[in-house]
């Protein structure tokens, strides 16, 4: 007996075009390194998960060399919040102090890493979990935060100032994915742990392995040049633009857009944040002509 397909011609037509318009991207991306910091709503809703780690799937089995980034806000203050330890903020930062060290950390490698690595993980034994402090992955130092003129102390963060991405190559040439959790010893004691924005985290690491891409997932459409001006959504913009604007941005896209920033004026091709809110939204910026959010290129592109 004949075997019928329910599915429209039109329907077929509809995915093949899809197919076909993917084929220069796979084309131009097959072997590229692509880092991405995965946070905001896709790290709590758990629909958004599962399809972000569908998408580092097909990343991989598309021949690139996906790199996962990962902080944890939202988990990190209900994991204090278990302990007893109030969250406080000084300037946008975390203040993390020596009691609090120990559950960002716990709270990033055994709660948001463990889950992360389990969803790319229903696919294939395929993601490797990997912290910033093991391997010498991020060193860094303490760092404080101007407020009000006044500089004010941060505790256990600090930036990133060395970065050793053997580890993570390792991961690569074994055909894993390496999800990295934003943790960094201090160069001055290595034994204390210091909290690292995984904003920079993730372009620390881009610039280590040369990245062709870095994205950063976020909970808006994009870079605003004229927030809260929907119209104003910008599509690509230079190094050069993003400096003059970046003063003028409001504090939650500082971080975000000086990662990227740093990474292309460092040698990484291009940077994008993306809209983490909309499912496989990844794919969307890598396989699409249009791509999606906002791309942060080198003056000379």
Known sequence: MPTTIDISLEEAHAKASVLIEALPWLKRYRGAIVVIKFGGNAMISPELAAAFAEDMVFLHHAGLRPVVVHGGGPQISAGLAEKGIASEFRGGYRYTSDEAIGVVRDVLRNRVNRSLVTDINQHGNIARSLSGEQANLFGGRTRGVLVDGEMQDLGRVGDILEVDPSAVLDALDAGRIPVITSIAYDLDDPERLLNVNADSAAAAIAIALNADKLLVLTDVAGLYSDWPNRDSLVSVI????????????????????????????????????????????????????????????????
């Open 238 to 301: 230079s190094t050069a633009e993003l400096r003059e604007l970046l003063p003028e941005l409001e504090s939650g896209m500082i971080p975000k857009m000086n990662a990227c920033l740093d990474a292309v004026d460092n040698g990484v091709r291009n940077a994008a944040i993306i809209d983490g809110r909309i499912e496989h939204s990844i794919l969307l910026e890598v396989f699409t002509s249009n791509g999606i959010g906002t791309q942060v290129v080198s003056e000379t592109e």
